[in-house]
C-alpha cells in the first residue's frame, strides 16, 4: 500500500497549487481520502475530505472557498487545489486514505503518506 503525494514548494502569498496523491496498493474507490497538514511547532489538522460515494467534499473552515479536493478514482490521484494561500497554509501536507469519516478524525484513516511540503512565503 503506498500513497505519494507530490506538487509542495515555495508559492507567494495569494498564489495558488495544486498537490497530488497517488494511490496504489489497495482499491482507491472504497476509501474517503483526506487532506491533513501539520505546520512547524504544530499538530497535524484535518484540511478536506473527498468520499469514495461521491457525496459533497468536506473542508475545515480556514480552507473553505480557497481549496479544493477533487478525485477521479479511474485515473488516480487526488488533487488538492490550494488558491488564494496564505502564510498560515505554510506546512506540510499528508494525505491519508479511511474507510470511516468523522470530521477528520486521524485515528480512522487506515493509510498515510509521507508528506509534501508548502511554504507560502514572499
Known amino acids: 500500500v503506498r500513497l505519494v503525494e507530490s506538487g509542495g514548494g515555495v508559492v507567494q502569498p495569494g498564489g495558488s497549487l495544486r498537490l497530488s496523491c497517488a494511490a496504489s496498493g489497495f482499491t482507491v474507490s472504497d476509501y474517503d481520502i483526506s487532506w491533513f497538514r501539520q505546520a512547524p511547532g504544530e499538530e497535524r489538522e484535518g484540511v478536506a475530505t473527498?468520499?469514495?460515494?461521491?457525496?459533497?467534499?468536506y473542508y475545515v473552515n480556514s480552507v473553505k472557498r480557497r481549496f479544493s479536493t477533487s478525485r477521479d478514482d479511474a485515473k488516480n490521484p487526488v488533487y488538492l487545489n490550494m488558491a488564494n494561500v496564505k502564510p498560515e497554509d505554510t506546512a506540510m501536507y499528508y494525505c491519508a486514505a479511511g474507510r470511516t469519516f468523522w470530521k477528520l478524525r486521524e485515528s480512522l484513516e487506515d493509510y498515510w503518506g509521507q508528506g509534501t511540503k508548502v511554504t507560502v512565503s514572499s
Open positions: 473527498t468520499f469514495h460515494d461521491g457525496g459533497d467534499p
